[in-house]
C-alpha cells in the first residue's frame, strides 16, 4: 500500500512525466500533487469537470459502465485522467510529453499506482 505522496511520486518516474496530482472530483481540489509544466490548480479544475461531464453523458445515455481512464491528446503532451474505482470521486491526473513517453506503459503504470493508493 502507498500514500498519495508515495504515489504521485511513482507516476513521476514515468518517461517523459511533467506533473501529477490527485484530486477531488466533487470539488476540484488537489489531495496531493508533484511536478511542474502545468498550472495544477486550474488542471485539476478543469478536469473535474471533464470527469463530471463524461459521467452525465453516460447517465443520459443509459450507460451501465465505468471510466477506467480519460485521454486528452496535445500537440506536445498527453493528459491522462484516472479515476479510482475504490476511492469514488477521486482521480489521479498526470501530464506527460508526448516525445517521450510511452502511453500504453503509463496507462498500465498508472493502474498499477491507483490499485496501491491508500487514501
Known amino acids: 500500500m502507498a500514500t498519495i505522496k508515495q504515489s504521485m511520486e511513482e507516476v513521476m518516474t514515468l518517461d517523459g512525466a511533467l506533473c501529477a496530482a490527485l484530486v477531488?472530483?466533487?470539488?476540484?481540489?488537489?489531495?496531493?500533487?508533484?511536478g511542474s509544466g502545468v498550472d495544477l490548480e486550474v488542471a485539476a479544475a478543469g478536469n473535474t469537470e471533464v470527469v463530471r461531464a463524461k459521467l452525465k453523458t453516460m447517465r443520459s445515455l443509459g450507460l451501465n459502465d465505468?471510466?477506467?481512464?480519460?485521454?486528452?491528446?496535445?500537440?506536445?503532451?498527453?493528459?491522462?485522467i484516472r479515476p479510482m474505482?475504490?476511492?469514488?470521486?477521486?482521480?489521479?491526473?498526470?501530464?506527460?510529453?508526448?516525445?517521450?513517453?510511452?502511453?500504453?506503459?503509463?496507462?498500465?503504470?498508472?493502474?498499477?499506482?491507483?490499485?496501491?493508493?491508500?487514501?
Open 24 to 34: 477531488d472530483s466533487s470539488s476540484g481540489m488537489i489531495l496531493g500533487q508533484i
Open 66 to 80: 465505468v471510466i477506467e481512464d480519460i485521454l486528452i491528446t496535445l500537440g506536445k503532451q498527453y493528459h491522462l
Open 85 to 119: 474505482g475504490r476511492n469514488e470521486g477521486l482521480f489521479i491526473y498526470a501530464v506527460l510529453e508526448k516525445a517521450k513517453s510511452n502511453l500504453a506503459l503509463a496507462r498500465r503504470k498508472v493502474l498499477d499506482i491507483e490499485k496501491e493508493l491508500v487514501v
